[in-house]
Structures are given as structure tokens and as C-alpha cells.
């Protein structure tokens, strides 16, 4: 059996929340580590259970920062595969076994999953995610990375400006440095909203502090700056400014006709639960 460790990286969350997320490792079928950074701010509710780190400040990047720190520790302690989850996401119980499986079967070092949505109260909303049906968005907490591609562990740290494109980014990333992905189209994440258009999908009003595209326009408009310009291509490698002129639900499209070639390296594989 593989090692599998789940890094989930927490500020501020209330109690009740992180516990809906962590009890969701524990659930799993498939057997894995949950690993807890906290970015300066740790829960009681943790006490001294294992792999529970505590970084000494907040450190403002969307959780980059405590999400690579538990990767690159899993590398270390020797794990096969480091999947993320959210603080206010959690996984159905399946969820690490199928991605196992579909890795078993394909051999691709990236495998991911696609989600359901939920409101901040945890009801379900009957949405999808056009981008992410059409494999062009992956979130955060839909991957499991495998040994081969442990390279983009450190990827999260990517320029705080990018924060709020940084599954955007990371999934760019693993594009430009060709690795191969599986693509699953089973719903094993589900994802606590905080997100206007969200909501607007599901004819519902968007609740007080949503977010909308405000936070995506400054992270743009940091992007002419030439410290920016050099940062981000010193730790990525490219730079994407050509991408993130569009929308967001739609730059990674750019992305994909501008790294990927006519023979592809991505596999898309149907539905299925395992176990």
C-alpha cells in the first residue's frame, strides 16, 4: 500500500469546521496521514496529535506557504503521494482511494478529481464548474501528487501576488513542466464556498463578504511590476501575464493551446468509485 499523506494547511477556521475537514481524512477507505500546519494561529482542538505543525506567524499567502511546508516535510518522512485539502473543504470517503487507483491503472504523476459545492453552511448546491468539467481548472484540493512529480511540491511557494490564482497557477505549472495528468470525473471533494458566482449559479444570493473579482484584478494589476516580473519567473520558471489577461475561469484554456502539443500528455478517464 502506498504512503499517503494530506496536507491541509489552517489560519483561523472555526472549530467546528476544521473537525468536519479532518474527520473526513480519518474516513477515508483508503488509509492516509493527515498532516495540520497551522499558519500561526493554532487550534486547541488538535492537541498533540501527529503531524501537527505550527508555524510561528501568518504568513498571508492563501495558505501557499503551510501548504508547501507539509508537502515538502511528507517528501522528507518518505511518503508516496501528498494530496491537499482545504480547512473548510472535506473529502467524500472514497476520494484518496480513487485517485490511488486511477495513478494504479495510468502511471500519470498528477491525478485529480473534480468537486461538489456546498454553501459556508455546509447545504449543498446543485452547480458544476464549467471550467473545471472541461479539465481547465483544478482546485487545490482535488490533487494527489506522486513521487515522480514531487518537484512541484515547492511550486505553493509562488510570489504572495499570486495567491489567488494559486491552484490556477500551480495546475499551469504542472502544464509547463509536462507532467501527465489524470483527469477523474468523480465528485469526491466538496468544496464550502465563499464565491459570488457560485452562488449566482445556483439562483441564490451571494452571503455578506463573498468574494468576487476584486481580489483577481489586483493580483493583476501587481503584474506590470517589474520586481513582480522577475520573482515570478526566478521561482516558476515562465511568466503569465499573457493568461492572466483573461478571466480567470478561462486563462487556463490560453494555457493549455500554449503548452500542450497535438499528441497531448493529459489522460482523461471515465467516472468511477472505487472501494
Not at 479539465?135 to 514531487?150: C, I, K, Q
Not at 501527465?180 to 465528485?187: E, S
Amino acid at each position: 500500500m502506498l504512503r499517503v499523506a494530506v496536507v491541509t494547511p489552517y489560519y483561523k477556521e472555526r472549530s467546528e469546521v476544521l473537525l468536519k475537514c479532518h474527520e473526513s481524512v480519518l474516513g477515508q477507505t483508503y488509509s492516509c496521514q493527515h498532516f495540520l500546519v497551522a499558519d500561526g494561529h493554532p487550534s486547541q482542538i488538535f492537541g498533540n496529535i501527529p503531524n501537527h505543525i505550527i508555524l510561528p506567524q501568518a504568513n498571508g499567502d492563501n495558505g501557499n506557504t503551510p501548504r508547501a511546508i507539509g508537502g515538502i516535510l511528507a517528501d522528507s518522512y518518505g511518503y508516496d503521494a501528498v494530496a491537499y485539502l482545504d480547512a473548510d473543504n472535506w473529502y467524500e470517503p472514497t476520494h484518496i482511494a480513487n485517485l490511488v487507483a486511477a495513478y494504479e491503472r495510468n502511471r500519470t504523476p498528477l491525478v485529480c478529481s473534480k468537486r461538489l459545492f456546498c454553501d459556508m453552511e455546509g447545504r449543498m448546491l446543485a452547480i458544476t464548474e464549467p471550467a473545471e468539467d472541461a479539465n481547465r481548472h483544478v482546485d487545490t484540493s482535488s490533487w494527489l501528487v506522486f513521487r515522480p512529480a514531487f518537484a512541484l511540491l515547492s511550486a505553493w511557494l509562488m510570489p504572495k501576488v499570486l495567491g489567488p490564482f494559486c491552484d490556477r497557477i500551480f495546475l499551469l505549472k504542472a502544464i509547463h513542466d509536462r507532467f501527465r495528468i489524470t483527469f477523474l470525473d468523480v465528485r469526491t471533494v466538496v468544496f464550502r464556498t465563499s464565491y459570488v458566482l457560485h452562488y449566482r449559479a445556483a439562483g441564490l444570493p451571494a452571503p455578506v463578504g463573498a468574494k468576487g473579482w476584486e481580489e483577481f484584478n489586483e493580483t493583476k494589476a501587481h503584474l506590470s511590476n517589474p520586481a513582480v516580473i522577475a520573482e515570478l519567473v526566478a521561482k516558476l520558471g515562465f511568466y503569465v501575464t499573457e493568461e492572466l489577461e483573461a478571466r480567470p475561469e478561462t486563462f487556463v484554456r490560453r494555457l493549455l493551446r500554449k503548452y500542450l502539443d497535438a499528441s497531448s500528455f493529459s489522460v482523461a478517464v471515465p467516472s468511477r468509485v472505487e472501494g
